[in-house]
C-alpha cells in the first residue's frame, strides 16, 4: 500500500524552518524580531532531535557572524530576521559574500524604515537585499508567494548557498510569513540537496579561493586537516591579504562572474496567462504577485489581454527573461509594497517607449486586485498614465 502524502495546515514561517531541516540545515543563529520570530521558535525546538544546534544570540550582528563560522565548520547554516535585524547583519553579509561562506539568511520583511510597522507586512527590503552591504559583492535573493513557495524556495535557499558558496537571502514578507495554507510536505528521499564542493587535493596545495574552470572553489571544513586563512580583506588565492591589484581585480572580477555566468541556472519565474503575447504585462513578486494574479483574472474576463510574470529569484535580476517577455507588450505594470524598488531596474530592459507603471501600496496592508485592475484598466485605454 502507497504511503499518504503528508498534508498539513501549515504557517509560512514554520513550513521555513521545517524545510531548512530538510535541506540538511543543522545550525541556527538568530535573535527574536517580529514578524519572523516562529522560524527560530520552531528550530529551538526541533534542531536538537535531529543533532543540531541552536543559540540565540546577544544580537543580529553576532548571529550573522556565528553562522559564519558554523558554516565555515561544515554546517548548513541559517539565520533569520526582519528589517531592522537585516540592517545590522549587512556588514556580515558582506564579509560572508566576499569570503564565500554559504549561508542562509531569511528576512521576513515588514513595514519601515527604521521600526516602522512591526507587525504588518512590506517589500521594503527588496534593493536592501542587492545593496545594503558596501563594495560590489553579489548575493543571491529569493521571494516566495505562497506557504508551499516557501518550502521550495527555502530548500533551494540551501542549495543554490551550497553549490555557488554564496550567502542567500530568502525575502518572505509578514503576509507570506505568517499565513496558512495547507501544503504536502516533501520525503526527504524526494528532495535533491546539492553538498558544497570538497578539495581533492592534500591539505599543503589546497587553494581556498583558487580560480578554478567553474568560478567556484572547493571549501574545506575546519578541523579536517585543511588550516587556511579566511580574511574581510582583499585577499590571494590562499586567503592572505593583498594590495596586489591583479589579484584584486581577479578576485572581484570571479566573485561577479561566478553568478552572472550561471544566471540560467539560478534565475527562475513563473507566467500566468503569456501564451497570446499579452498587450500589458504584470511584473511581481512575493505576496503581491498572488493579488496580481487576480488582477489578470479580472482583467482577462473585461477583454484586457493582460499577463504576469512571477519573480522567484530576484537577484541576480532575470534580465534575459524580462527583455524577452517584454518585446512585444504595449505597457508594464509593476505592483509592489513598497515605493517602487524593483520597478527600475525592470524599466531598464523593457523597449523604449513603453509604459513602466508602479501599483504601490506601503501602509502595513496588502494591496488589493481592485488598485491593480484601476491601473491595467488606465493603460489599456490610454496608453499610459
Known amino acids: 500500500m502507497s504511503k499518504q502524502p503528508d498534508v ?21 543563529a538568530g535573535y527574536p524580531i517580529t514578524p519572523s520570530s516562529e522560524i527560530a521558535e520552531v528550530l529551538t525546538r526541533e534542531l536538537p532531535r535531529v543533532g543540531g544546534k541552536f543559540i540565540q544570540m546577544e544580537d543580529e550582528i553576532a548571529s550573522m557572524a556565528a553562522v559564519i563560522g558554523a558554516s565555515l565548520a561544515g554546517m548548513k547554516s541559517l539565520t533569520a530576521t526582519s528589517g531592522p535585524g537585516f540592517s545590522l547583519k549587512q556588514e556580515n553579509l558582506g564579509y560572508a559574500s566576499f569570503t564565500e561562506v554559504p549561508c542562509v539568511i531569511v528576512n521576513v520583511m515588514r513595514g519601515g524604515p527604521s521600526t516602522g510597522l512591526p507587525t504588518l507586512t512590506s517589500q521594503g527590503d527588496v534593493m536592501q537585499a542587492k545593496w545594503g552591504s558596501h563594495g560590489d559583492y553579489s548575493v543571491i535573493a529569493l521571494a ?33 510569513g505568517h499565513m496558512r495554507e495547507k501544503v504536502v510536505m516533501p520525503e526527504p528521499g524526494d528532495i535533491t540537496l546539492i553538498e558544497r564542493k570538497k578539495p581533492k587535493c592534500p591539505p599543503e596545495e589546497y587553494r581556498p579561493f583558487e580560480r578554478t574552470p567553474d568560478l567556484v572553489p572547493p571549501l574545506a571544513v575546519f578541523g579536517t586537516g585543511y588550516r587556511f586563512h579566511v580574511t574581510g580583506l582583499t585577499h590571494d588565492e590562499f586567503g592572505f591579504p593583498s594590495n596586489n591589484p591583479q589579484e584584486a581585480t581577479a578576485l572581484l572580477v570571479r566573485l561577479k562572474k561566478k553568478l552572472e555566468h550561471n544566471k540560467d541556472k539560478i534565475c527562475t519565474l513563473r507566467t500566468f496567462q503569456c501564451e497570446d503575447q499579452p498587450e500589458i504585462l504584470l511584473i511581481s513578486y512575493g505576496s503581491s504577485a498572488r493579488v496580481a494574479k487576480r488582477a489578470v483574472i479580472q482583467a482577462r474576463a473585461e477583454g484586457l489581454r493582460a499577463g504576469m510574470v512571477q519573480l522567484f529569484t530576484i537577484w541576480p535580476f532575470p534580465d534575459k527573461r524580462i527583455e524577452a517577455l517584454c518585446r512585444s507588450v504595449k505597457a508594464v505594470v509593476v505592483p509592489e509594497l513598497n515605493q517602487g524598488q524593483l520597478i527600475g531596474e525592470i524599466d531598464r530592459y523593457v523597449p523604449t517607449g513603453v509604459p513602466v507603471v508602479g501599483v504601490n501600496r506601503f501602509d502595513g496592508n496588502l494591496m488589493e486586485p481592485s488598485e491593480i485592475l484601476e491601473v491595467v484598466r488606465k493603460v489599456a485605454n490610454k496608453g499610459c498614465l
Do not use: H, K, W
Not at 498539513?8 to 541556527?28: K, P, S, V
Not at 518550502?151 to 537571502?169: D, G, K
Open 8 to 28: 498539513r495546515l501549515m504557517q509560512g514561517n514554520e513550513a521555513c524552518a521545517r524545510a531548512a531541516l530538510l535541506a540538511g540545515c543543522r545550525f541556527f
Open 144 to 176: 516566495p508567494s505562497s506557504v508551499n513557495e516557501t518550502i521550495e524556495l527555502t530548500i533551494r535557499a540551501f542549495n543554490l548557498a551550497e553549490q555557488y558558496r554564496v550567502p542567500v537571502v530568502l525575502l518572505l514578507d509578514e503576509v507570506v
